[in-house]
């Protein structure tokens, strides 16, 4: 049974399932986050009928994965759902070397456990290390680098903007950056080398902005976007844009909208609650028909616009395991 995208949308409404170890040892490797909503989650990926999906790792679980002659097989209430195969991760998800620089953040965004993580700050050496493995796969189709915020957003810029010049001295694939924008970030990434810029609004919602993402701006967010359009190109500029954290559907869709009349993508991720802010943020993820409801409405929307996620060659929209993207998976 292959997935479509009614059973994606069940996979990622819950979002995690029970695997069995000895199919664990046999990917080649799974990925923990380091970054965002979801960092210091053990998860896996399954392919299956087009469609990817990322599930973290938790025996707790309404879904199991299971052997299912040569593929696996997801199973809910004592039934296969779907069957596939396990993709193995090259740096965070298939396919990418997708690496975090600053494992640490001066910002606390109540959703994201990263400030409390104080995770690992890469130097150079190791980003290389890292996509020069990835690239012995045989695999490596793009390079995206994210990063928290370890000093400044102006510190992460020039860190970035160096490592992609270096990156792009040595690789012909395309090269996607996630950071908090500055005044020169757009400017400065685009002529070291990166072929995509990802700015996130996180919501659209300016209350559940600013209880949220206390000391950033989406105002600030939303003009350096439409000016990373300007410099980066259509269809070369995307936003994370959460679900879960108590806006409506019309707000997501006048966001989407507004984000899209000025050339941008928004990708749509699903809160993934983490045990470290539990008490500080009240989320809910999103049931399988919400996701595809805002999936399929928002890639009415991008066509509108003339935008095509399915263009987009690094970060997530291009690998969609944890997300419904349009124009890929609805």
């Given at each position: 049974m292959e997935m479509n995208a009614e059973i994606k949308a069940l996979l990622v409404s819950i979002g995690s399932a029970n695997i069995d170890e000895?199919?664990?040892?046999?990917?080649?490797?799974?990925?923990?986050?380091?970054?965002?909503?979801?960092?210091?989650?053990?998860?896996?990926?399954?392919?299956?009928?087009?469609?990817?999906?990322?599930?973290?790792?938790?025996?707790?679980?309404?879904?199991?994965?299971?052997?299912?002659?040569?593929?696996?097989?997801?199973?809910?209430?004592?039934?296969?759902?779907?069957?596939?195969?396990?993709?193995?991760?090259?740096?965070?998800?298939?396919?990418?070397?997708?690496?975090?620089?600053?494992?640490?953040?001066?910002?606390?965004?109540?959703?994201?456990?990263?400030?409390?993580?104080?995770?690992?700050?890469?130097?150079?050496?190791?980003?290389?290390?890292?996509?020069?493995?990835?690239?012995?796969?045989?695999?490596l189709r793009a390079i995206s680098l994210t990063s928290g915020v370890e000093k400044s957003p102006e510190d992460e810029v020039r860190k970035a903007v160096e490592m992609v010049k270096t990156l792009r001295a040595r690789y012909s694939v395309p090269i996607g950056v996630s950071v908090y924008p500055t005044d020169t970030s757009s400017e400065?990434?685009?002529e070291a080398g990166a072929t995509e810029i990802k700015y996130n609004v996180e919501t659209m919602d300016p209350e559940i902005f600013a209880k949220n993402c206390p000391g950033l701006s989406l105002d600030y967010v939303l003009k350096s976007l439409e000016k990373a359009v300007s410099?980066?190109?259509?269809?070369?500029?995307?936003?994370?844009?959460?679900?879960?954290?108590?806006?409506?559907?019309?707000?997501?869709?006048?966001?989407?909208?507004?984000?899209?009349?000025?050339?941008?993508?928004?990708?749509?991720?699903?809160?993934?609650?983490h045990p470290l802010r539990k008490s500080e943020v009240k989320v809910q993820r999103p049931s399988a028909e919400r996701l595809l409801k805002l999936a399929r409405l928002t890639k009415a929307v991008l066509e509108e616009h003339g935008l095509q996620a399915d263009l987009a060659e690094t970060m997530c929209l291009t690998c969609t395991g944890c997300d419904i993207t349009p124009q890929r998976d609805v």
């Open positions: 000895e199919l664990l040892r046999e990917i080649t490797r799974t990925t923990i986050p380091s970054a965002g909503p979801g960092a210091g989650l053990e998860s896996f990926f399954i392919k299956s009928g087009g469609h990817r999906v990322r599930l973290s790792i938790n025996k707790n679980s309404p879904l199991k994965v299971v052997r299912c002659c040569s593929d696996v097989a997801v199973i809910k209430d004592g039934k296969t759902i779907v069957t596939g195969k396990l993709e193995s991760a090259l740096s965070h998800c298939p396919e990418q070397a997708y690496l975090t620089m600053s494992g640490k953040c001066v910002y606390d965004c109540k959703f994201c456990p990263v400030p409390k993580l104080d995770g690992e700050v890469k130097v150079p050496d190791k980003i290389l290390q890292l996509v020069e493995e990835a690239e012995r796969t045989g695999q400065e990434l685009k410099i980066f190109g259509k269809n070369r500029v995307s936003s994370n844009f959460i679900l879960g954290l108590g806006e409506s559907d019309e707000c997501v869709i006048e966001g989407v909208t507004r984000l899209a009349k000025i050339g941008v993508i928004p990708n749509l991720r699903p809160i993934s609650p």
